[in-house]
């Protein structure tokens, strides 16, 4: 009885520190992942506007008359 106590207090051990293990991998996977992904890559920046035009907010009106049933 004490040698499957024994055992099975190893297994728990092994198992937690193999999720542990695989936490930390998945850690700097994601890490790497991010900086590799490139924040300096990243603009919000509007692109320029074709030569000979402006980039200008307009609102837009329906072209179609009331639709409603009659």
Do not use: N, Q
């Not at 994601?30 to 990243?42: H, K, L, T, W, Y």
């Amino acid at each position: 009885m004490r040698a499957l106590i024994f055992e099975a207090s190893v297994g728990v051990i092994v198992l937690i520190l193999l999720f542990w293990a695989t936490y930390w991998v998945i850690k700097a996977g994601v890490r790497d992942g991010i900086r590799e992904a490139g924040s300096e890559r990243r603009t919000y920046e509007r692109p320029p506007a074709p030569a000979g035009f402006k980039w200008a907010l307009i609102k837009e009106k329906a072209a179609t008359e009331d639709m409603r049933a009659e």
